[in-house]
């Protein structure tokens, strides 16, 4: 059964503290993606990634970085974390190296991240 | 920018009833996909309906796309409570030249009361 775990459920943090949310996919999936979601905006894309090392700008990457040195696990990090990033912060992978290809993403269960 | 948008943003029915949801996108795609999200919970994939299909089936869902329209419905027949959720519709879009990545609808949020 195919798996993406988030570290934490539920995570709460001060303003200015650097934070780190790590996902672990077990699929072998080349690609990884962070979302954060919020109330009337949807899912919004933060970074992706499509190998290992490699990282691409989603849609609002503005105070987030990334690192994906192992190809099943992608870290989303706030350098130093503000109250407009309290958020559900999700993520997925998919297979495939094309955007021709079969591309359903599978999701981790989602971190609700407070910031004070 | 947003590619999908869904409609209505909030649907609520009767168990038993069925329930449509509408997406409508802006550009070119490969495929259409829809996923489904439990409160507080990541998303799961539901159904995949690529651009050259029409309709597609699985289970009580039905999808169609209509390519000249840019817009896909997603049909949940005779529904019951633990459909509740919200529904989002995403697509990849073909002037994006980069693999696997998505443009997610705001979502549906689907009450089906008992």
């Known amino acids: 059964d195919v798996k993406v775990t988030q570290s934490s459920r539920y995570l709460v943090k001060r303003t200015g503290e650097k934070v780190f949310l790590e996902c672990v996919q077990d699929?072998?999936?080349?690609?990884m993606f962070w979302y954060r979601q919020d109330p009337g905006l949807g899912l919004r894309l933060i970074y992706f990634?499509?190998?290992?090392?490699?990282?691409e700008k989603g849609d609002i990457p503005e105070g987030y970085s990334v690192s994906r040195e192992k190809k099943e696990r992608f870290s989303l990090i706030l350098e130093s974390a503000s109250t407009n990033q309290t958020s559900m912060y999700l993520c997925?992978?998919?297979?495939?190296?094309?955007?021709?290809?079969?591309?359903?993403?599978?999701f981790g269960p989602g971190t609700r991240l407070t910031v004070l | 920018s947003q590619q999908g948008e869904e409609d209505p943003q909030a649907l609520s029915i009767q168990e038993g009833e069925n329930a449509t949801m509408n997406c409508s996108y802006k550009?070119?795609?490969?495929?259409l996909q829809w996923y489904r999200q439990n409160s507080g919970r990541g998303l799961v994939h539901l159904i995949l309906i690529r651009s050259n299909e029409r309709e597609k089936h699985s289970g009580r869902l039905r999808v169609t796309l209509d390519t000249s329209k840019k817009s896909s419905s997603l049909l949940i027949t005779a529904s019951r409570a633990a459909d509740t959720a919200s529904y989002f519709c995403a697509t990849d879009a073909i002037f994006y030249n980069q693999g696997g990545k998505l443009i997610f609808g705001q979502g549906t949020e689907l009450s089906v009361k008992p």
């Open positions: 550009t070119s795609i490969n495929n």
């Open positions: 699929m072998d999936h080349e690609n």
């Open positions: 990634s499509y190998d290992v090392k490699m990282k």
């Open positions: 997925a992978s998919s297979a495939g190296t094309s955007f021709l290809l079969y591309n359903e993403q599978f």
